[in-house]
């Protein structure tokens, strides 16, 4: 019996997406941070600054690599795996992420060489402009790309002519009800997983070495950033919540494990419970009485729809979202009480000093990205059962492909990206193990015949003066 095709390619598309997301998630933020060192650099003109910046960019490079060869495939498979899908929503689609090549891939693609290898071949201010056009690149590729997905969680701007969802305002297509909150929350998100990444492998190379300049300097700045980001996201997340009980109400429903309003009692905050979709009810809840109302209604008795208001084709998978939804909550608040706890230990003197916080810090490396592929599980499986919420369903959307041929590629995609990964984090972990500040002190020397002249060549120069001057 061949095995559903729909479901196997579900899973290969879920499974390369929340591969590739992790390397977005770290160089959006790690631009940035980038830009903030070399800024430093030009500023004081210290070499611990410009040492520090060539061990991260080395990281970035890696990162960004990775990630454009894993996303690459993405956009494959609209026409493999959902040939429907592409053909109901393209003329949205297709041209949003032709704007993200246009005006991101080619902008980063145009100045990320002269971030990697333009020192000693163009000037500090350009080899500045450069790294800074890169950050902006990545922040316009994320723009792009979220507004795609949030069209696809609240369609705006289109009109249906012959089956087909066609623009009709582009403005109202880009700009959906759900972008603005998607855009920024994802954002701060990737800022928050950078800061922890370079945090954690800050501690790792100043228990190793504690007078190692640039990992203190990575660490004072790595939490520093999540000390004022970490709040700013729970505020982020509130609002975001707050547009998805407008604009996705049974989603938000299956983030609350919230089956059916009794009463006036409100609704209470699941703290821990096991949703049981076919029964219709959760076992074993820990709840906070009136919790979800004053979180979502901001009123004490407040009521807001539940899953057994829509019919049981329309709901979500429960367990997921609701399990999806309390990794990502859980793992933000955890951001929040480790940032508090820097600038405990930052009053107290005690950032660099080794014991139980700097021991801490590397298990949070992937504290922010697994938030990320939590949040993006949440969105992405409470959209179910729709591939364009309220117009067109996964199941209408999928290719007619036999199952043996989705699981050829799908084990494909498994290998290849396992390899990949795996090389990656081996060569992070060779840097590492150099140490950040030791690994940036040997300048590489412009190679012979491109050093740039220290002032400009007039006519009368001689680029070969003769004998005897």
Sequence with gaps: MDVDALLLSRIQFAAVISFHIIFPSFTIGLAGWLVVIEARWLATRDAAWKRLYRFWVKIFAVSFGLGVVSGVVM???????????????????????????????????????????????????MHFVSTVLVAVGTL????????????????????????????????????????????????????????????????????????????????????????????????????????????????????EGHWRNEGDDGVPLLLFAWPDQQAERNHAEIALPHGASLIITHSWNGTF???????????????????????????????????????????????????????????????????????????????????????????????????????????????VYTVIFGAGLYYVARLLRRGIDRDGQAEPAAPSGLQRPQRPLSAFDSIDPPAGG
């Design 75 to 125: 956009s494959y498979q609209f026409g493999t795996n959902w040939g429907p899908f592409s053909v109901f929503a393209g003329e949205v689609i297709g041209p949003l992420m032709g704007y993200e090549v246009l005006t991101a891939f080619f902008l980063e693609a145009s100045f990320l060489g002269v971030m990697l290898f333009g020192w000693n071949r163009v000037g500090d201010r």
């Design 305 to 415: 729809p539940a899953l057994t208001d829509f019919p049981p084709e329309d709901r979500p998978p429960v367990a997921i979202v609701f399990w999806a939804f309390r990794v990502m909550v859980g793992l933000g608040l955890l951001m929040v009480a480790v940032g508090a706890w820097a600038v405990w230990r930052c009053w107290r003197g005690r950032l660099y000093r080794d014991g139980p916080f700097l021991r801490l810090l590397p298990f949070m490396i992937p504290s922010g990205f697994l938030a990320v592929l939590a949040g993006w599980f949440t969105t992405e499986v409470g959209r179910q059962p729709w591939a364009v919420y309220g117009l067109m369903r996964t199941s209408e959307g999928a290719s007619a492909l036999a199952g043996h041929q989705v699981i050829g590629s799908l084990t494909g995609f498994a290998v």
């Design 140 to 255: 316009i590729s994320a723009f792009w790309i979220l507004s795609a997905n949030s069209w696809m969680q609240t369609p705006a701007g289109y009109a249906l002519v012959d089956g087909k969802a066609v623009p009709t305002d582009w403005w109202a297509v880009v700009f959906n009800p759900s972008f603005p909150y998607r855009f920024a929350h994802m954002v701060v998100a990737t800022f928050l997983a950078t800061g922890f990444a370079v945090a954690g492998m800050a501690a790792i190379a100043l228990r190793r070495e504690p007078d190692d300049v640039g990992a203190r300097r990575s660490l004072g700045m790595a939490l520093g950033l999540a000390a004022v980001l970490a709040p700013l996201q729970v505020l982020i997340g509130d609002l975001h919540g707050l547009n998805t009980a407008e604009h996705q109400p049974a989603k938000l429903a299956a983030m």
